[in-house]
C-alpha cells in the first residue's frame, strides 16, 4: 500500500458486543500520532461509543463513518479510506464478503472474527489472488479462534527448534491442548448455529479452497487422526476439537519453513472425566443435529440475541490455557499460551494487537493474499501480545 490512507485503521461493528471492547481497547491503545475511525449504520450508537472512550480518558478519539452491509458503496468507501480495516460484524457468511472483496480490490488490509470455516474458505478461493495482486492481506479468525492455537503452535515449534539446534528438517508432531472457562455472546451463538447449519455448502466451499490451497503450498502439513484417548503427561481426556483451529494452524505450516517438511498437528479439549467427556460430545452431536432442522434451527437462534454477552464480572472469572507438545528426532518440548477471558476481553485484544500490527508495523505484513495471523505478523504478533499480558512459556 503505497499512497496515504485517511485512516490508519477502521473498526466495523464497534457498536456491538465484541466490537464495544475492541473499541475501548484501540481507546486506550492508538498512538496518538494516528488518526482512527468506528463504523457502523447507526450515527447515535456509534457516537453514544465515543462519549464512552472519551468519559474512559481516551485522548485519541475516532472519527464515525457511516457503514452498511446493505450498501456497497460505503462498504467500497470504508475500505478505500484506511489501510486496514477491522471487522467484528457477523455472520460473516452472510455479513462479511462484499468488505472483504472491497478490501482486496483497494489494497487494504483486513482482519476479522470469524470462526465460520465456510467463510473462509470461501475467502480462499475466491479472493487470494487479487488481495494479492493488490498487496492486501485479509486475515481471518483473529479472536480466541484461533490465535493461541495459530500463535501458540508458532511458538512451539520455534523452541523445538532450539531444543535441537537446528531448524525442524524431520516428522514434526505438535498436540495443543486447551482449558477454559467462559461463556458466550448472543453474536457468536447466532454464527454458530447458523455455520452448524450449513454442511452441504461447507463441504462445497472445503473442496474449492483445498484445491487452491494445493496449488498455493505443494508442501504438506496434516491433521493427526481425530479419536479421543486418555494421555497420561496431561493426567486428562483428550477429545479432537472439529473447530477451524487447526486447519488455520496447518495453513500457517503449509505456508512457512518453521514448521519442518513434515508437519502434523492435533487439536484436543483437555478433559479430566470420561463422562463429562461424553456428555460434551452429546451436547455438541445434539446442537449439530438440531441445526440441520430448519424448525429447530430457528428455535435455537431465538434463545441468545445479538448485542448482549457476558457482564464484567463473569468476564473476570473466565481464562484460558493452551499446552503444546511439541516432538521431532526424539526432541520433546511443553510450551502454553494463557490468558483471561478468552471469548471477549482476549479476543478484543487479540484482534485490536492484530489490525494495529498491520496498520503501523514496520516490515509487516511479512505475506498478502488470504492469509493467517502467523503468515501476516509471524512472532511480531506474539511480542505484541506478550506485551499486553498474554503470556507464551515453557513449561519444560
Ligand atoms: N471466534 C472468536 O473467537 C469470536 C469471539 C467473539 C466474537 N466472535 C464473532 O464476532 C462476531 C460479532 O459477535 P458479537 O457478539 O460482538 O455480535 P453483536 O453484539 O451481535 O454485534 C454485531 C455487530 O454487527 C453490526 N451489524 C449487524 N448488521 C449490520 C449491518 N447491516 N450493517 C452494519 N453493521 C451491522 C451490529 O450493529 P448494530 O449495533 O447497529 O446492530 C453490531 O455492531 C460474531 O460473528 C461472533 O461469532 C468470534
Redesign the pocket.
Known sequence: MSEPRKYSLTL?????????LCADYLGQNMPNDTTWAIA???PQ?LQSVIERLKSNGCTNLPVAIA????DSDSLHAMAENTRVVVT?????IY?GEELARSCAQSGTHYCD????PEFVNNLISRYHDLAKKNGAALVS?C???SIPHDAGAFFAVRELEKELGHPLNAETRVEGVVTADGT?????W???ITAFGRPRENQQAMKLARTALNNLYPKKARALPMRPFHDKEFGSWLCPMPTIDPFIVIRSARAMDEYGPDFYYGHYAGIRSLPKMLGGIAGIGGLLFAAQIKFLRNKLLEFRQ????PAPEKRARSWFKVTFRAQSEGKKVMTQVSGGD???DE?AKMLAETGMALALDKGYPKRTGVVTTMMALEGRLIERLQKAGMEFKRLS
Not at 184 to 188: A, D, H, K, L, Q
Open positions: 466495523f461493528g464497534a457498536t456491538g458486543f465484541t466490537g464495544g457502523g449504520r447507526n450508537k457503514a452498511d452491509i446493505n467484528t460484524v457477523g455472520p460473516y455479513y472474527l470469524t470462526g465460520e479468525c479472536g480466541f479462534d458466550f455472546s448472543g453474536g457468536t447466532q454464527s454458530a445479538s448485542g448482549d454477552g478468552p471469548g471477549y479476543t
